[in-house]
């Protein structure tokens, strides 16, 4: 486990501290969640123990809850409730979160999500922060898994080596298949002016690597057109992220640290 973990833990709870006194205000409910759950990953070591986090799911509250409704405060699927896998960096592995809300987000009789991978739901991020950018379509099946991340779209163009900060994330039920050797994780999409506007997700990287998404490490152009690589998505898919400069960016997994 690297050292910068628990720097990155004391960090995230002062950042969502400083979200949240504005995100209590919010009359809403059913966008911003009351309480915000996370295991796996950073929280399965040693070191969350030693932090505090004795179950290993860390906890953290966020919008309040109107007319004395309660939010659910254990990890717990109901219609108040969905359920991700978020992608990892080097100082933090994978982990599996939950987002409780004050009411119902599924709409009565809401289907189950087709198979083939059709998007779920949206989040938005800003920071450590996230809330829910547009309510489910459609609920994953237990046999598929909780929803991962297909798609980032950035809030405003980012230059290249800029770090993503705000961008809308687009979930679809269970994982992307794993990478295959030499087979890029991510793509992003360039506008005319060369910026990044985009980027999806192509494979889940193998134990002991990740897919350097938030830092761009080892970013490589390549021209737009999809690949063999790619194949694991549809062709429409693939289709609708090319750029209008003929050229995108990818990033291959990468070897994690100790």
């Not at 506008?191 to 990044?196: A, E």
């Amino acid at each position: 486990m690297s050292q910068t973990a628990p720097f990155i833990y004391l960090l995230r709870l002062a950042a969502s501290v400083a979200v949240a006194a504005a995100a209590f205000t919010d009359p809403s409910g059913m966008r911003c969640p009351c309480a915000y759950l996370e295991r796996g990953g950073f929280w399965d070591s040693p070191t969350a123990v030693s932090l505090g986090v004795s179950d290993r799911v860390y906890r953290e509250r966020r919008c309040s809850c109107q007319h004395e409704v309660n939010c659910d405060w254990s990890w717990i699927t109901t219609d108040k409730s969905i359920t991700l896998t978020w992608l990892g960096s080097e100082d933090i592995r994978d982990s599996e979160i939950q987002l409780q809300f004050c009411a119902p987000i599924f709409r009565p009789g809401a289907p189950f999500c087709p198979t083939s991978g059709g998007g779920a739901f949206a989040l938005r991020q800003t920071g450590w922060w996230i809330d829910l950018h547009e309510a489910p379509r459609c609920r994953c099946a237990a046999e598929t898994g909780p929803a991962s991340i297909r798609r980032f779209r950035y809030a405003e163009p980012l230059e290249m080596g800029e770090r993503l900060r705000n961008q809308i994330v687009e979930f679809a039920c269970g994982r992307m298949p794993p990478c295959d050797a030499a087979q890029a994780c991510y793509g992003e999409s360039l506008n005319k002016q060369g910026r990044r506007t985009g980027g999806q997700v192509l494979c889940t990287c193998p134990p002991d690597t990740y897919c350097p998404v938030y830092t761009g490490q080892g970013a490589r152009t390549v021209p737009a057109d999809p690949t063999p690589e790619t194949s694991s998505n549809s062709t429409a898919e693939v289709a609708e992220e090319l750029s209008d400069t003929g050229q995108r960016i990818e990033l291959l997994c990468v070897t994690a640290g100790p």
